[in-house]
């Protein structure tokens, strides 16, 4: 499916919506490497170009410090699931405050170089259309606060082959494949088994 065939079902769900005093949250889905962040880019420029407004979120922005993710004792995948964001802050800091009319987001942006957190104020519009990017998104906190659920489905070795040459700052290639084999792809794999993102999804695109 197309970015603008996404678009499209997108822009019908909300059309269709029956609560229009809030903001209509879409979870965009799917495991490292699936090409998440390409697409929110096309069907944002697309929402845009129909006169909607749209708000997009990275979830990727909102991981914890440090400390509070690694040498915790827990095993690397454990740590990447569990322990990478504070989920039941993003409950109440973004979810609930997108479903409760509220005027603004007030949440904590993680900056990488500094391992440090800078407060940033958003505001919310009761009537766009919220793209909520990243992995994991239908972990049980979270599942049933979105409208409308698009998953990623992209082959595997393609995934693979695109994080382990994207992602230099983990280090040399071995570096990156043995972080991805003792931490990442573990964690992918149970939030496969546990949620069962694919059957849950609205809709998945095959990439």
């Keep these: 499916m197309a970015a603008n065939e996404i678009t499209k ?6 059309s269709g919506r029956t609560n229009k005093n809030r903001p209509f949250l879409v979870a965009i889905d799917g495991l490292s490497g699936a090409g998440k962040t390409t697409l929110i880019k096309r069907i944002e ?3 845009r170009s129909n006169e909607y407004k749209v708000m997009i979120i990275h979830i990727d922005d909102h991981i914890v410090k440090r400390n509070k993710r690694y040498d915790t004792g827990h095993e690397e995948w454990y740590e990447y699931y ?22 603004e987001l007030v949440l904590p942006y993680y900056n990488h170089s500094t391992d440090s957190f800078t407060t940033k104020q958003t505001p919310i519009l009761s009537d766009a259309i919220v793209l909520i990017e990243g992995i994991f ?8 606060f ?3 659920i698009i998953f990623l489905d992209c082959p595997r070795e393609i995934r ?10 983990i ?9 991805y084999k003792r931490r990442y792809w573990p964690g992918e794999d149970h939030y496969m088994k546990e949620e069962k993102p694919i059957e849950n999804a609205d809709v998945v695109i095959d990439i």
Excluded: C, P
């Design 171 to 179: 280090g040399d290639y071995q570096a990156r494949l043995d972080k």
């Design 160 to 169: 693979y082959k695109r994080v382990l040459e994207r992602d230099s700052y």
């Design 82 to 103: 569990y322990l990478q964001w504070d989920v039941d802050m993003l409950v109440s800091h973004l979810f609930k405050t997108l479903h409760n009319n509220s005027l």
């Design 137 to 144: 998104l239908q972990r049980k906190e979270w599942q049933s």
């Design 146 to 148: 979105y409208d409308y």
């Design 9 to 14: 079902s997108i822009l019908f769900q909300y």
């Design 45 to 47: 420029s697309e929402i």
